[in-house]
C-alpha cells in the first residue's frame, strides 16, 4: 500500500493510425509509460472501448502469458510501421480484477481468451515500446449503464494504492458516422481538417472538458455520468461503446478521498475533421523516491 494513489489516465485513441502517426497524443501515451516505468508500476488494467460483452456484467482478460495473445489487425497503418509487440497477459492481475468486482457485487468472468484490440495495444506500444508490466483488460457491458461502469471503476480504484495503474481506453468526441473518412480512405492521412469541426463536435469537446478538468471526486463521476444525457451526447456518440471508459475512468478517480485532485488535459488531438481525441489525467504521479 502507498499513500498516494496512481493518477487514473483516460485516452481517447482515436481511429486505428494513432498507432503509427506522431502527435501530441502518442507523445502523452509515452509520458506517461515513462513516469509508471519510473516509479516500477506493477500492473495496468485497462478497460476498452472495443470489447462488450452481453448479460449483467463483465468479463476480465485473463490469456495466459504473452504466447496465449493473439492481436487483431489493423487498419490503414502502413506496413513500415509494424512491429512485433508482446502484450504481457497477466492472469494474476485479473484475478485481483475480479475479486474485487466480486466483492462490489459486480458480475465478472475471466476470459482466457480474448482477442485483443487496438483500442489497447494502440495505447500500451506507446506507453511501454519495450515491454509492458503484467496488464489485463476489463470488458464494457452491452447495455452501457452509466451506474455500473462507473461502479467497476469505483471497484478497481484500490489498485492505484498498490502501484497498478488504470487507464481507460475510449474517446471523448467519437462518433465514426459524422466522421470524414475520405482522406484517410484515399491518402492514409487521419489529421487531415479541409473544413473546421463543426460546433456540436467543439460544443461537446468543451463539455467534457469542463467535466473532467473542473470537478473532482463525487462532483467528477457526476458530471461523467450527466454527460450521457446531454442534448449533444448522441452527435458526439453515435453509439455508447467509447463512452463507457470514460465512465470507468471517473468511477476509478471520483472517490470521497480524490476530492480536490488535480484533473487535466495533458493533450489533444483532432482526427477525420470531426472526432476530438482530449487525453485527461487524473491525479498526479507521487514524487520519485531519491
Ligand atoms: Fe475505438
Known amino acids: 500500500m502507498t499513500k498516494s494513489p496512481t493518477?487514473?489516465?483516460?485516452?481517447?485513441h482515436g481511429s486505428t493510425m494513432m498507432l503509427g502517426e506522431d502527435?501530441?497524443?502518442?507523445?502523452?501515451?509515452?509520458?506517461?509509460?515513462?513516469?509508471?516505468m519510473a516509479r516500477n508500476v506493477e500492473g495496468v488494467v485497462f478497460m476498452g472501448a472495443h470489447w462488450e460483452v452481453s448479460g449483467a456484467g463483465v468479463e476480465i482478460s485473463?490469456?495466459?502469458?504473452?504466447?496465449?495473445?493473439v492481436k487483431q489487425p489493423v487498419a490503414w497503418v502502413t506496413p513500415d510501421k509494424y512491429v512485433d509487440y508482446e502484450i504481457n497477459s497477466s492472469p494474476e492481475l485479473?484475478?485481483?480484477?475480479?475479486?474485487?468486482?466480486?466483492?462490489?457485487?459486480i458480475e465478472a468472468k475471466l476470459n482466457p481468451k480474448l482477442e485483443w484490440i487496438h483500442d489497447?495495444?494502440?495505447?500500451?506500444?506507446?506507453?511501454?515500446?519495450?515491454?509492458?508490466?503484467?496488464?489485463?483488460?476489463?470488458?464494457t457491458n452491452a447495455y452501457y449503464d452509466p451506474y455500473l461502469h462507473t461502479a467497476i471503476g469505483a471497484a478497481v480504484r484500490p489498485l492505484r494504492y498498490q502501484n497498478i495503474l488504470i487507464v481507460g481506453t475510449g474517446?471523448?468526441?467519437?462518433?465514426?458516422?459524422?466522421?470524414?473518412?475520405?482522406?484517410?480512405?484515399?491518402?492514409?492521412?487521419?489529421?487531415?481538417?479541409?473544413?473546421?469541426?463543426?460546433?456540436?463536435?467543439?460544443?461537446?469537446?468543451?463539455?467534457?472538458?469542463?467535466?473532467?478538468?473542473?470537478?473532482s471526486g463525487p462532483a467528477l463521476r457526476r458530471a461523467a455520468m450527466r454527460l450521457m444525457r446531454h442534448p449533444l451526447f448522441r452527435d458526439a456518440h453515435g453509439t455508447d461503446d467509447?463512452?463507457?471508459?470514460?465512465?470507468?475512468?471517473?468511477?476509478?478517480?471520483?472517490?470521497?478521498?480524490?476530492?480536490?485532485?488535480?484533473?487535466?488535459?495533458?493533450?489533444?488531438?483532432?482526427?477525420?475533421?470531426?472526432?476530438?481525441?482530449?487525453?485527461?489525467?487524473?491525479?498526479?504521479?507521487?514524487?520519485?523516491?531519491?
Open 7 to 12: 493518477p487514473v489516465i483516460l485516452c481517447s
Open 120 to 139: 489497447v495495444f494502440l495505447v500500451l506500444n506507446w506507453m511501454f515500446p519495450k515491454s509492458s508490466p503484467p496488464v489485463t483488460v476489463i470488458s
Open 171 to 215: 474517446g471523448t468526441v467519437h462518433n465514426l458516422y459524422r466522421n470524414a473518412w475520405d482522406n484517410i480512405i484515399l491518402h492514409r492521412d487521419n489529421f487531415a481538417q479541409t473544413r473546421p469541426p463543426q460546433q456540436w463536435a467543439l460544443d461537446f469537446r468543451n463539455e467534457t472538458l469542463d467535466a473532467f478538468t473542473k470537478n
Open 94 to 105: 485479473a484475478e485481483r480484477v475480479q475479486t474485487l468486482l466480486t466483492d462490489a457485487g
Open 23 to 36: 502527435s501530441s497524443a502518442g507523445r502523452y501515451w509515452e509520458a506517461v509509460g515513462r513516469e509508471a
Open 242 to 290: 467509447h463512452y463507457a471508459p470514460v465512465l470507468f475512468c471517473a468511477g476509478a478517480a471520483g472517490d470521497q478521498d480524490d476530492v480536490g485532485t488535480k484533473n487535466t488535459s495533458p493533450a489533444e488531438v483532432w482526427e477525420l475533421e470531426q472526432m476530438c481525441n482530449t487525453q485527461f489525467q487524473m491525479g498526479e504521479w507521487a514524487p520519485i523516491k531519491a
Open 62 to 69: 485473463s490469456n495466459p502469458g504473452r504466447d496465449a495473445v
